[in-house]
């Protein structure tokens, strides 16, 4: 079965979440932003062993630490999907706009796409392309554990933003309603800030989308 854990990282609070199997306590982390030394030990603690970083999408508090802790770790980079390319090529920028720590830029091991699968240990996660906060957005769902991995797409009580350079509203409430939503009412998310929800709740609550 699927476990996970979300810790929260850098100054946008953003939730990086280690995910294990827990037959094998293989790890993967999702969106390591920064506060590496914090992510590091707190695998250690749940004695899990980090073997891969796993993208939603490419902006700072997501992607930030990644290109570091790929090399501290030797691990592979999967995701997120091509269209947030010219995102991880302005990763440098980003950080200094943003007064985050130098982030440099790095090549995904393995790009995603929509209906594409993702391994750790035993588990197996579908990716679902999700385009609208980012052109490359893509998000994580367990249906062994009824948990869906977010990102910035949809947050308890409202969605990501469409202001960025070739964000659009019109496609991220799209991917919402078909690409979120049949996942299931009963399944919960964790989104890339604030507190988790379940796909029912938004459905019917969420001013944005219901
Ligand atoms: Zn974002
Ligand atoms: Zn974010």
Not at 127 to 148: D, L, M, Q, Y
Not at 151 to 173: E, M, W
Not at 201 to 206: A, K, M
């Amino acid at each position: 079965m699927l476990k996970y854990l979300t810790v929260p990282v850098t100054a946008f609070a953003q939730n990086c979440s280690i995910v294990w199997c827990d037959e094998t306590l293989d790890a993967a982390v999702i969106d390591p932003g920064g506060d590496l030394d914090r992510i590091e030990s707190e695998a250690r603690r749940l004695g899990v062993t980090l073997k891969a970083i796993w993208l939603t999408h490419a902006h700072i508090d997501h992607a930030g630490g990644t290109a570091e802790l790929a090399r501290r770790l030797a691990l592979p980079v999967i995701g997120p999907h091509p269209g947030d390319q010219f995102w991880i090529d302005g990763l440098p920028q980003q950080s200094q706009m943003f007064g985050f720590p130098p982030a440099g830029p790095f090549t995904p091991t393995r790009w995603l796409a929509d209906g594409d699968t993702v391994q750790i240990g035993n588990s197996t996660l579908n990716v679902r392309h999700c385009p609208g906060h980012t052109p490359g957005h893509v998000v994580f769902h367990s249906p062994e554990a009824k948990r869906a991995f977010v990102g910035d797409v949809l947050f308890a009580g409202s969605i990501g933003r469409t202001d960025f350079p070739q964000g659009n509203h019109a496609q991220l409430i799209s991917s919402i309603q078909q690409r979120l939503w049949p996942m299931g009412d009963d399944t919960v998310f964790i989104p890339g800030h604030g507190p988790e929800s379940t796909f029912g709740e938004e459905r019917r609550h969420n001013p944005y989308v219901r």
